[in-house]
């Protein structure tokens, strides 16, 4: 280990605390551009869950939206998966509570898969690249002047620097916190169930996510989106529940777009488990410093309102990597240019906000209605739309081109016709 605090040089250790995507696209990175630079360093990934056997669940609904693809392909040299792929995503159907939209894909689609096959498939690349991958839980970290040590469930670890890819980890949050200023994200709670319809039934739902925007105010939004031979039913909030999750499944407009939902079970007798898990909707504090770096969920790099979290996991941990090698391991050096390199996600955040709580006090007001309404003879609120649910474009474009005037004014038209 050496006390610089610069680029890592030859002989340089890595530990990355999180073995999903962000964390595996780091260490690729990481790796791939150390023999471009001609240096030797050891990048080491400890992961407490085990994907390959499917002992554990994933809560995420696996929908890869581009550019994952052309990230695993340029950045990583990785093929992206499509023998893994459960569906293309042609588009959204979007409901509120009296109108339905359908927002069809105008671009590359994105591809539904399993999120563990996905998990197992990366840290297999890893494994073939040579990367050290530790099946136990990171339990501290220690930080000195020339290293740092990282205590785990199995062996001690000493790196140069630690990469956070640990999601929403409360534990690791925890014992990050007492050493250093980070402070997690805030976040939404999301429940997640799935079953299995019937191959009639699932070729009758189509290739389309169904996203719900009720007035409920326990609900932000919910989603079903159609797997292969399952739907992935989740819905998020700020405290949302098993009985939440039971009175989405009953409610009417939802019930209309579950086929055989009374049949749940006859074809999996683990349909409609309930799974827990969180969406991070605000930056993490101090998510960098000293011989430290936070990459995806960990650091709330993610759009603040809906989707694309692998993408961006992928992609952070991808800038990390090039900060770690080519700019150096201080919090100087990833405020300069890690924290540069993600303005477009930070820069965004605002805005996204911002549409969360105009989505959230508009469907509690019953006025999404008249949206849908206006976009449906509206071609830029609608595209509008579609970047927002498809989480394809900003926010910032989204909100300027929904607050056109000539949008404003169709919506105002359609308010006052109610
Ligand atoms: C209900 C739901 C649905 C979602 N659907 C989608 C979707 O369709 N598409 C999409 O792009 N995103 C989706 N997301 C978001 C997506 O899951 C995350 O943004 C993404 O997984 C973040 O990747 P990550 O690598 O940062 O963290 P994670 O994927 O959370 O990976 C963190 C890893 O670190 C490991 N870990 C944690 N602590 C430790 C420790 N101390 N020691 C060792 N290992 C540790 C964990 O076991 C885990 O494997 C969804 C999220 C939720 C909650």
Do not use: W
Request: with cysteine; hydrophobic share 45%.
């Amino acid at each position: 280990m050496s006390s610089s605090l610069g680029p890592l040089q030859d002989g340089g250790r890595v530990v990355i605390i999180g073995g999903g995507p962000g964390g595996v696209a780091c260490a690729l990175a990481l790796q791939r551009q150390a023999r471009q630079l001609g240096r030797r360093i050891t990048v080491t990934i400890l992961e407490g869950k085990q994907f390959s056997s499917e002992q554990h669940y994933n809560q995420c609904a696996g929908v890869l939206s581009p550019p994952l693809p052309a990230l695993l392909k340029h950045e990583l040299g990785l093929p992206f998966p499509y023998h893994l792929s459960r569906g293309e995503i042609k588009g959204y159907v979007l409901h509120t509570d009296g109108e339905v939209l359908l927002l069809p894909e105008r671009g590359e689609p994105s591809i539904a898969v399993r999120r563990i096959q996905f998990d197992a498939f990366m840290l297999e690349a890893a494994t073939q690249a040579h990367i050290g991958i530790i099946p136990a839980r990171a339990v501290d970290v220690e930080f000195h002047a020339d290293g740092v040590m990282v205590y785990t469930e199995n062996v001690p670890l000493e790196c140069d620097v630690v990469v956070g890819a640990f999601g929403l980890d409360e534990g690791s949050a925890a014992f990050f916190a007492r050493s250093t200023g980070y402070h997690p994200p805030r976040f939404l709670d999301s429940v997640v169930t799935k079953y299995h319809p019937g191959v009639e039934a699932m070729e009758a739902f189509g290739p389309y996510i169904h996203a719900f925007l009720p007035a409920d105010p326990a609900i932000e939004f919910g989603a079903i989106t159609p797997k292969g031979n399952h739907l992935t039913i989740n819905i998020a909030g700020r405290r949302v529940d098993a009985p939440t999750m039971r009175a989405f499944l009953a409610n009417p407009l939802v019930q209309a777009t579950l086929p055989n939902l009374d049949r749940a079970g006859l074809y999996d007798v683990n349909d409609l488990h309930i799974f827990k898990g969180r969406f991070p909707r605000s930056l993490a504090s101090h998510f960098y410093g000293d011989r430290y770096v936070m990459i995806g969920d960990a650091a709330g790099l993610v759009r603040a309102f809906k989707g694309k979290g692998v993408t961006s996991a992928v992609l952070t941990g991808i800038r990390a990597a090039r900060t770690i090698l080519e700019e150096g391991i201080s919090a100087s050096a990833f405020a300069d240019h890690y924290r540069r390199a993600n303005r477009d996600i930070i820069e965004d955040l605002p805005y996204g906000q911002l549409m969360r709580h105009l989505t959230i006090n508009l469907a509690r007001l019953r006025l999404l209605d008249p949206v849908l309404r206006a976009a449906r003879a509206d071609g830029v609120l609608q595209d509008a739309l579609f970047d927002a649910v498809s989480a394809h474009g900003p926010y910032k474009a989204v909100l300027g081109r929904s607050l056109r005037p000539h949008v404003v004014a169709h919506v105002v038209r359609e308010m006052l016709s109610m």
